[in-house]
């Protein structure tokens, strides 16, 4: 599983001639860091990781606040008809991107959002907020009863309730949402794909993709830009190992 | 409490989902409503959609590609759910019982998280690094046979129309297989110790063990797997765009890759907008059914 990997990272350390000579699987004779740093220019790489940055992070913040207020009205507040209201959300999130691509694309070029950063956080914060929603309902409908009425009858009101309670006591459920949210819209392709076409706006996985896509590299680049698109997910993982493998499983059960 | 008090009570969080529900609103149900209505017309994308009727699903039913579209699809549930879920439930039940036994917790979780590490990788990624391991020269999986002394098994493995589609599913296995297994992992460890312990005082083997005790305590994990995982297969793209492009010849071309040229290459909106719609009415159908089984499932006195 993991020799991919350590292929990529061999060949990335190697210069164009040495990887000539004595081809994929040797071991290289000294480590050759400019085909990395040639790479890391060409491709502007610290714009594209500003960019992935900005873009995941805004996403996984917006879309954990707006699925907890779908929640919180769902799973706590119980409103009206919120098995169709619960319905709703769970067809959003199957509906593939295949069928909003197009109309998405048309209709940001409408508002003049068309290849802008904020195009794609707002369609993510919903897409995301749809898997969202429905996973802290059900946490949600959980929710100590006794606790929120208690709040009600000390003068909380719904908003009190919601940050000062709530939040505070689905903070590990939050969390997870949070990583997944994350590194999902690090690795979206086909919107970024569709939506960010100049260079600045581009993230991480559209450039490297478009660029494997049109064949522009050579072996020594193939594997710079390999190694570097592994290495910012290699980083997640080990800082998020346990959220995402226990989140993976909670998500999965629900 | 009484009941029209219960009720203005509940109705006071309404506002909670006010911009949810707006959101939803204008970034997935309007647009797929649009998409939808698209497919019933053509359009080049600039002017006037013509209305055309059912005449996109009709050309649809005569298109060659569209079907050999949908049959890759079916390679790719091959190669994303039923595989990695079978090899998935014998991983986890190995590294659950026997690494676990053996070797301690410690080389479990280091196993598992290598196995889990592909899911975390963006697929561009992933695909960059296997279109260089498969490329026809220098490429490591050549180079490798040769090394072993099987030069005649070397291939251009993406690139011709035999093997590709193979490739791109043996990819897509190494993606998949973190998910189900980790999923199965912790569905195992609910499954009571003293069930296997019985088994094994009555002299069942591993396998035995597996097949009686194992499959059915994690059934409810091994149909959400094969749910998510089938629908993921449908809308593969990623790997497509970066491994092979559909090529060669469309040998490895999936309806979502085969709507995007459609829409952003050909710019036939309407005739992309029917490809992706007959996608999205058989995810859903899946969905519901899957939905289903579910509930009967939970149903069911266990």
Known sequence: MVTPFLIVTLNALKSPAEYAQSGPLSLPDGLYFDGLKDFWTRVDYTQKLVNSTLISGSVAILAVVLSLLNAYAIGVGRVKGRPWILAFFVLANVVPQEALVYPVYYLSKQLGLYDTRLSVIIVFTVIQAAFGTYLLSAVLGRFPREVIEAAHVDGANKWQVLWRIVVPMSRPTLGVLLVFFFVWTWNEFLLPLVMLISNDNQTVSVALGVLQGQRLMDATMTNAAALLGVLPALVFFLVFQRTLTRGIAVGAVK | ?302
Request: glycine share 8%; with cysteine.
């Open chain 2, 1 to 302: 409490m009484t009941a029209p008090r219960r009720r203005a009570v509940a109705s006071s969080y309404a506002p909670f989902l006010l911009p949810g529900v707006l959101a939803f609103l204008a970034v997935v149900i309007v647009p797929f409503l649009m998409n939808t209505g698209l497919s019933f017309t053509r359009w080049q994308g600039v002017g006037t959609p013509e209305w055309a009727g059912l005449a996109n699903y009709r050309e649809l039913m005569d298109d060659s590609a569209f079907w050999a579209s949908f049959r890759h699809s079916l390679f790719m549930v091959v190669a994303m759910a039923a595989l990695p879920t079978a090899v998935g439930l014998v991983l986890a039940a190995a590294l659950f019982d026997y690494v676990g036994k053996h070797f301690g917790s410690r080389v479990t979780t280091v196993l598992r998280a290598c196995f889990y590490l592909p899911q975390v990788l963006p697929i561009a990624v992933a695909g960059i690094v296997w279109s260089w391991i498969l490329a026809p020269e220098n490429g490591s999986l050549n180079e490798l046979l040769k090394a072993v002394g099987l030069s005649g098994w070397q291939q251009d493995w993406l690139g011709d129309p035999d093997f590709a589609l193979y490739s791109v599913m043996g990819v897509m296995v190494w993606v998949q297989l973190g998910f189900p297994l980790v999923v199965f992992m912790a569905g195992l460890e609910r499954v009571d110790p003293q069930l296997y312990e019985a088994a094994e005082l009555d002299g069942a083997g591993w396998w035995r063990r597996f097949w009686h005790i194992t499959l059915p305590q994690i059934r409810p994990e091994i149909s959400v797997v094969l749910t998510w995982c089938t629908i993921a297969a449908l809308k593969v793209f990623g790997a497509v765009y970066v491994l092979t492009k559909g090529g060669p010849g469309g040998a490895t071309d999936v309806p979502s890759y085969f709507s995007f040229t459609t829409f952003f290459e050909k710019t036939q909106v309407g005739y992309g907008s029917a490809i992706s719609t007959v996608l999205t009415v058989l995810i859903l159908a899946l969905s519901l059914i899957a939905l289903r089984l579910q509930n009967r499932q939970e149903e069911k006195p266990s």
